[in-house]
């Protein structure tokens, strides 16, 4: 893979069309990307690298690396998401079988929550925050389970009782609906 992220501008019938510098770097092997729900900033999970690239998003809608470009997470990265009121982020890490948990301060940059990382079971592929910004889901592929975490005050994941539920063969994602009444895998 080329480790970048690719940049468009969407015109007015949906087209894409590049922008004058098409392509950011990123770490090694980006899976996933997400914006913040204010559009200011852009994440990019790097399975290889063990890391989040982390970018300001200009006026043009150019990304332009954070101070610190990138920041740690557990092992093999999958998946980002940032919960609806964009001061929290949580990666799925499916070596580690662990979710990191971040605090996003005013500039957009990350910073480890303490504990950094919490458990799920075997190869998570995807965290979820529901609407409503109380709870978070994450997807086991191997152990073929959903997690499931209540969210306190500070952004720290405690696992609910029962701390998961069985899905189907092989979880890759979960999606809650905008009520946060409905999970669907």
Request: aromatic share 6%.
């Amino acid at each position: 893979g080329s480790n970048t992220v690719s940049q468009y501008r969407i015109d007015a019938t949906g087209t894409l069309t590049p922008l004058s510098l098409p392509t950011v770097s990123t770490g090694d092997r980006p899976q996933s990307v997400t914006i913040d729900p204010s559009g200011h900033t852009a994440y990019v999970v790097n399975q290889n690298s063990d890391t989040i690239s982390q970018f300001s998003i200009g006026a043009t809608g150019a990304l332009t690396p954070l101070s610190p470009p990138t920041v740690s997470t557990g092992d093999r990265p999958y998946s980002i998401t940032i919960d609806p009121s964009g001061r929290m982020a949580y990666v799925a890490n499916q070596g580690s079988n662990t979710v990191s948990q971040y605090h996003i301060d005013v500039t957009g940059a990350l910073t480890p929550l303490s504990p950094p990382t919490v458990s799920t079971e075997v190869a998570p592929s995807s965290v979820i925050v529901d609407p409503s910004g109380r709870s978070a889901y994450v997807a086991n592929r191997e152990s073929h389970t959903i997690s499931q975490f209540n969210i306190d005050a500070t952004g720290i994941l405690t696992p609910l009782s029962p701390p998961t539920v069985s899905t189907g063969n092989t979880p890759y994602s979960i999606t809650v609906d905008p009520s946060s009444r409905m999970a669907y895998v």
